[in-house]
């Protein structure tokens, strides 16, 4: 090895890879952040009929569900089905809300290079 050369890791990688820690440690702490803001959200999806609302938490964690009372008058499959509705509603809302919070946490960190 030649005398100054190190382990290969000049001024300007040392610099680089400081800044990478500060970039993880932001998303790190953000994450935390995010993950407690994410858990005590309520995130509704509603039936098509809108008689049935179902709520999830931003990690998709059960929460409640409301069921119009004219409802438990129709058939079993049109309950059943309208339940289904709102909770597909529900999940994609929570996931787009949670894609929606980490795009939020990693804009601006350029991370693509870490």
Known sequence: MAQGQGFGFGLGKIKELQEAF??????????KVLQEELETMEVPGQSENGLVTVYLSGNQEPRGIEIDPSLLSQDL??????????????????TETMRSKMEELTMGLNISNM
């Open 77 to 94: 499959e049109i309950v059943a089905g309208s339940i289904l509705e709102a909770m597909k509603a529900a999940y994609d809302a929570s």
């Open 22 to 31: 500060q970039k993880a440690q932001q998303v790190q702490q953000g994450a």
